[in-house]
């Protein structure tokens, strides 16, 4: 029973390359389009504007251009799989961000334990845990970073 598992857990072991290029595509993608999208519409930058005043952020015209940008330009890099530690970095930065001043105020429940679940079912935790798992673990050979020995 044992042999089986270490078979099967092997095998699997081997589809880790193409798990952090699945995470870093999914994740760079959103993020390079959720960028490009505030960067280029000016419905959704009044809308990014509106949550950063809402959310107290200082200058908050300078600073929707500039999280739009970071989307934009580290999401990018993210699915090409360069510069990975520094892209998962940011991005996660900006998760942060989110999770302390917007989403956190979506927090709900009676209890902590309800107040926990809220706060876990959040994409940005999500998001986060799996940048964080990018920036430790690295990108994986199918990148870039790879490619060049830089990971």
Request: proline share 4%.
């Amino acid at each position: 029973m044992i042999q089986i598992y270490q078979t099967a857990t092997g095998a699997l072991h081997g589809l880790a390359p193409y798990a952090a290029l699945a995470a870093r595509l999914v994740i760079g993608v959103m993020f390079a389009l959720s960028g490009w999208c505030k960067l280029t519409n000016a419905e959704q930058h009044a809308k990014m504007r509106r949550s950063l005043q809402e959310a107290g952020i200082r200058a908050p015209e300078v600073q929707g251009w500039l999280v739009a940008a970071c989307e934009l330009l580290f999401g990018g890099l993210l699915v090409l799989g360069l510069a990975t530690p520094l892209s998962a970095g940011v991005l996660a930065i900006i998760c942060l961000v989110a999770l302390f001043t917007v989403t956190g105020k979506e927090i709900e429940g009676a209890s902590p334990l309800m107040r926990l679940s809220s706060l876990l079912y959040k994409p940005e935790v999500l998001l986060l845990t799996l940048l964080t798992w990018l920036i430790v673990a690295g990108p994986g050979s199918l990148s870039l970073d790879g490619a060049l020995g830089l990971s």
